[in-house]
């Protein structure tokens, strides 16, 4: 199953980083445009995507989402 890392810049002007499964982002990303879920993105919206990339496994996706993160 593929895996990505997202930036997603919210409406503060702030960046949000983070990994999902799946085989696209669209699911994930409606989540923190619809504030579905509590957490950094809900109070921030609305977000827009500025970076994403996929990688075949989801340890590498975290690993690289951690090097961005620093």
């Known amino acids: 199953m593929t895996a990505f890392v997202y930036i997603l810049r919210c ?5 949000y980083v983070g990994s999902a499964r799946g085989e696209t982002l669209d ?11 509590p957490g950094y993105t ?3 919206r609305p977000v827009s995507l500025v ?5 075949d496994r989801i340890t ?4 690289f989402e951690r090097r961005v993160k620093g």
């Open 11 to 15: 409406a503060d002007d702030r960046y």
């Open 27 to 37: 699911k994930r990303l409606g989540e923190h445009q619809a504030g579905t879920l």
């Open 42 to 44: 809900s109070g921030r």
């Open 51 to 55: 970076y994403a990339e996929s990688f």
């Open 60 to 63: 590498d996706a975290i690993a």
